[in-house]
């Protein structure tokens, strides 16, 4: 099992950052893929980014590339999502999660946190 709990949500206005931590506990976390989902109030939960078990490679969705950045550091068993110049599309419950496979398809994600608000104001 792996535990997961996300940190760092918050209110914020258009254009603004905001910083999530994902911190893991229980299986050894840099055998794992890590990502970022959304989901926004009556949708789907949709994928946002990606990255290695060490972090050489990430994959981001189209509408937060340039803006989001993922990063790990397996030391501390926390990933991380730099969120820059947000915008109210943005608004979202934020989820890390985990799994074995290069994958982008949140079936396919075995472990999940419990969510993180993060709200843009305009």
């Known amino acids: 099992q792996v535990q997961l709990v996300e940190s760092g949500g918050g209110l914020v206005q258009a254009g603004g950052s905001l910083r999530l931590s994902c911190a893991a506990s229980?299986?050894?976390?840099?055998?794992?893929?890590m990502g970022w989902f959304r989901q926004a109030l009556g949708k789907e939960r949709e994928f946002v980014v990606l990255?290695?078990?060490?972090?050489?490679?990430?994959y981001s969705a189209n509408s937060v590339k340039g803006r989001f950045t993922i990063s790990r550091d397996n030391a501390k068993n926390t990933v991380y999502l730099q969120m820059n110049n947000l915008k109210p599309e943005d608004t979202a419950v934020y989820y890390c999660?985990?799994?074995?496979?290069?994958?982008?398809?949140?079936?396919?994600?075995?472990?999940w946190g419990q969510g993180t608000q993060v709200t843009v104001s305009s």
């Open positions: 229980g299986r050894t976390f840099s055998n794992y893929i």
């Open positions: 999660a985990a799994t074995t496979s290069w994958t982008t398809k949140v079936d396919n994600y075995d472990y």
């Open positions: 990255i290695n078990y060490n972090g050489g490679s990430t």
